[in-house]
C-alpha cells in the first residue's frame, strides 16, 4: 500500500532549533517551533512538515538514535510539538539517517559488527555501516518503531538510502558477496523501515532520498537531488 497523501502534499522543512547558519539555534527548540511553525506552515498553505533530523548529534550525524540533540527539550517536548502540527491538520515526516553516524556512536561501540570493513580491516569515519546487514536493518527499523509509535510521526523521510557507502570485506558478514552492502542493502533497509512504520502506522509514508527507479517499490516517493537541484534548474533556464 503506497500512501495517497505524500504525493499530493506540500512539504515545509524544518529543523526545531533553527536555521543552518546559526548551528541549528536560532529557533530555540522543540517548544519554540510549536509555537512557531504550525501558523506558518497554515500561512504558506503547506499541510506536510519534513522535521529534520532531531537525534543526537544531528543533523546527518547519527551518534545516539534514541537521544535528542543538545539544547532541543525533552521527550514531552518533542510529543507536544508532532500533537501540535498534527492537530493543524499536518502529516509529519521525521528525517531518518541509517547510515550509522560515526565509530564512537552508541551503536557502533554496542555493536561493531554493523560497520563496514574495508580490505585492510579499517573501517570509515563516517557513513559506515553495512546497509545488508539484517541486525543493522532490524536496528534502524527500531528507530523508525520508536518514533512513530511513541511520538505519532507519519513517516520517514530516509537520508541517503541508496546502500552503503563501499563494498563489506568483513569475513563474517551474514550474506554472500561484499557488494550486496552496495548493491541490495538499500532495498533491504527501506523494506525492513517501510515494514516497521506500516505495523505502526497503516497510512504511513515514506520520503526516499536516492536516485534509483528500482528503490520505489518500498517507498512512496523519492527525493531525487540531481532532477530536483539540477534538471528542474536547468529548465528553467532555457
Not at 570493513?117 to 527499523?141: C, H, K, M, S, V
Request: net charge negative; hydrophobic share 40%.
Amino acid at each position: 500500500y503506497h500512501a495517497p497523501w505524500l504525493g499530493e502534499s506540500v512539504l515545509y522543512s524544518f529543523h526545531p532549533g533553527g536555521t543552518i547558519g546559526s548551528g541549528f539555534r536560532d529557533l530555540g527548540g522543540f517548544a519554540d517551533a510549536a509555537r512557531v511553525v504550525p501558523p506558518l506552515m497554515a500561512r504558506l498553505g503547506a499541510d506536510a512538515a519534513w522535521i529534520l533530523p532531531v537525534e543526537q548529534k544531528s543533523p546527518y550525524w547519527p551518534m545516539d538514535y534514541y537521544r535528542f540533540m543538545d539544547g532541543l527539550g525533552t521527550s514531552n517536548d518533542y510529543r507536544r510539538l508532532v500533537d501540535r502540527l498534527r492537530a493543524g491538520g499536518v502529516r509529519v515526516l521525521q528525517d531518518l539517517v541509517p547510515h550509522g553516524g560515526a565509530p564512537q556512536a552508541v551503536h557502533n561501540q554496542a555493536h561493531p559488527e554493523f560497520m563496514l570493513r574495508r580490505e585492510d580491516g579499517t573501517t570509515l569515519n563516517y557513513w559506515l555501516n553495512d546497509f545488508a546487514r539484517p541486525d543493522w536493518q532490524a536496528y534502524i527499523a527500531g528507530v523508525a518503531r520508536h518514533y512513530a509509535r511513541g511520538y505519532g510521526v507519519d513517516g520517514y523521510r530516509v537520508d541517503a538510502c541508496f546502500g552503503s557507502k563501499e563494498n563489506n570485506w568483513s569475513p563474517d558478514i551474514p550474506y554472500a558477496r561484499a557488494s550486496l552492502a552496495t548493491m541490495h542493502g538499500g532495498l533491504g533497509m527501506l523494506e525492513a523501515i517501510r515494514g516497521a512504520l506500516k505495523a505502526e502506522r497503516p497510512d504511513g509514508a515514506l520520503l526516499a532520498e536516492v536516485e534509483s527507479e528500482r528503490h520505489q517499490a518500498f517507498s512512496d516517493a523519492t527525493f531525487d537531488f540531481t532532477f530536483g537541484l539540477r534538471v528542474c534548474r536547468d529548465v528553467r533556464e532555457i
